[in-house]
């Protein structure tokens, strides 16, 4: 009996993770060679390219307030340094990353690979992914997928949001 339950409980538990991603919206970016599915409570509130067209921004929050999302995307020459991306991207006054809390976890999936920390003041706890691309021959990117959340919701559900839609992120070319 205890392994049809847990059959059970995993069956219905993988039900509503695809039935939460059905009604996802798919960014799909051609020009800068990534996707990523948002949720359906979530909204886009802003996206913005550089005049030059070598960044884009995009912001999403969570309807309820609970949570936002913020995605950098860059176009490189040649394959980016990733630690000299994250130094440049946690020093920028204009995003006002809190302190880091911890140290980065580091992930390689062949083709891209990056890094994810915490960081925590008193107000927000922020989750920061950091990827760049390795394509010797072809264009190269590096992105920021930056999540804020208020303290005051951040929590074992926050957290397992925020892989999933981390998860769901994906340099494409």
């Known amino acids: 009996m205890k392994i049809n339950l847990k059959k059970l409980l995993l069956t219905i538990g993988i039900f509503f993770a ?21 949720p359906s409570d979530w ?15 995009y912001s999403f929050n969570r309807k309820d307030g609970k949570n936002a999302l913020m995605i950098i995307a860059f176009k490189v020459n040649a394959v980016k340094e990733l630690d000299d991306l994250i130094y440049t991207l946690e020093k920028d006054f204009t995003l006002k990353i809190p302190p880091r809390s911890g140290e980065y976890t580091t992930f390689d999936n062949g083709t891209y ?34 999540f804020i959340t208020p303290n005051t919701y951040y929590n074992a559900d926050s957290e397992a949001e925020i892989k999933s839609i981390s998860n769901s992120f994906s340099p494409t070319n």
């Open 18 to 38: 695809v039935y939460n991603f059905s009604f996802a919206d798919q960014i799909n970016d051609k020009d800068f060679k990534f996707k990523i599915s948002i």
């Open 43 to 57: 909204e886009k509130t802003k996206s913005e390219e550089t005049a030059k067209k070598d960044a884009i921004s």
């Open 113 to 146: 690979d990056g890094k994810v920390a915490v960081y925590k003041d008193n107000e927000f706890t922020e989750t920061i992914y950091y990827y760049r691309t390795k394509n010797s021959d072809a264009s190269n990117y590096a992105y920021m997928v930056r």
